[in-house]
């Protein structure tokens, strides 16, 4: 297909050749998505309706929330389509795949750089965390990050798709993603990919730099607590937020800096389940795992909806 213009729609990958493999992609997607949608919307509801909730950690948890719903709502349906139905093609929903999916991840990193911050504050300055962290202080934060996020996801669609494509229509991928989308560009726009890529590495080296000098502070002044019982307790404050860093980092940077040699549609395919669809699904059970109050406010809630019906 030399002609970009011919270009209507693009063509996701077959993540199977046989009708039960298919069936089995679908059912995992499936149980994922349920389980994302269920671990995030009990949250949101329990921090919604739950007054005594109402802190900065679990406010950011709440926005954190939002993001992994909107991630699993932007790729997961149209793979169970394609699945269920036996279908590749996407239409002009591929546009609108990218820009969501890079401004929910987007936003995600920033919530989770400003709920490091949250860390820091509550274990090296606590006398001053309702002044560094007030309602209003952390409503423009929580606001900063969507609206950068927005502008960043805009800046990258629109550079994607002014490419011309001339390498097909076929993506190696179950959503749209950018870097399959850039292999069917040409010619090779190297000026825009080095702006591109310039602006990225400066947005996610500098929240990179921040989690890791705050977690340095962190670990130090730790352990500077004299009793063993507060060690433990700073420490279970923080582990949830450094396992859900953990987590989303190590995902991304692994399915983006591999080396070439290592790329596979297999491993590529893999890597994507566990970075765009893992995560949403398990950051809700981490959270909830290690806040007794997040817990307590999730079960009111359960056996209240049993009891109603």
């Excluded at 920033?110 to 202080?137: E, N, Q, W």
């Excluded at 949403?280 to 809630?301: C, D, H």
Aim: net charge positive; charged share 10%.
């Amino acid at each position: 297909m030399s002609n970009s213009s011919s270009i209507r729609h693009f063509l996701l990958l077959a993540l199977a050749d046989t009708r039960q493999l298919q069936l089995l992609h679908f059912c995992l997607f499936l149980g994922i998505s349920l389980a994302a949608l269920l671990g995030n919307g009990l949250i949101i509801s329990a921090v919604a309706c739950s007054h005594h909730l109402h802190m900065p950690m679990l406010f950011f948890l709440l926005n954190l929330a939002l993001t992994d719903l909107g991630s699993i709502c932007t790729t997961v349906p149209k793979a169970m389509h394609n699945c269920l139905w036996d279908t590749r093609d996407i239409y002009t929903g591929c546009a609108a795949q990218v820009f969501f999916f890079v401004f929910y991840a987007t936003t995600e990193y920033f919530l989770l750089t400003i709920m490091c911050y949250d860390r820091y504050v509550s274990i090296c300055k606590p006398l001053h965390y309702g002044t560094l962290l007030g309602s209003r202080a952390c409503a423009h934060m929580a606001a900063a990050a969507w609206a950068s996020a927005f502008l960043y996801s805009l800046l990258h669609t629109a550079n994607t798709f002014s490419l011309p494509l001339c390498q097909g229509n076929a993506l190696g991928q179950f959503f749209c993603e950018i870097p399959q989308i850039l292999k069917l560009s040409c010619p090779k726009s190297y000026m825009r990919e080095l702006v591109l890529i310039t602006v990225t590495v400066c947005l996610g080296l500098g929240c990179f730099v921040f989690i890791v000098f705050s977690y340095v502070q962190i670990f130090r002044a730790v352990l500077t607590i004299p009793s063993e019982q507060g060690r433990h307790k700073a420490c279970s404050t923080c582990l949830p937020h450094l396992v859900v860093v953990s987590l989303f980092l190590s995902t991304v940077i692994f399915a983006y800096l591999k080396p070439p040699s290592m790329s596979s549609p297999s491993l590529d395919l893999s890597l994507s389940v566990l970075y765009s669809l893992v995560p949403p699904a398990l950051n809700p059970l981490i959270y909830s795992l290690r806040n007794q109050e997040l817990k307590a406010a999730v079960w009111r809630l359960m056996t209240g909806w049993f009891q109603e019906h």
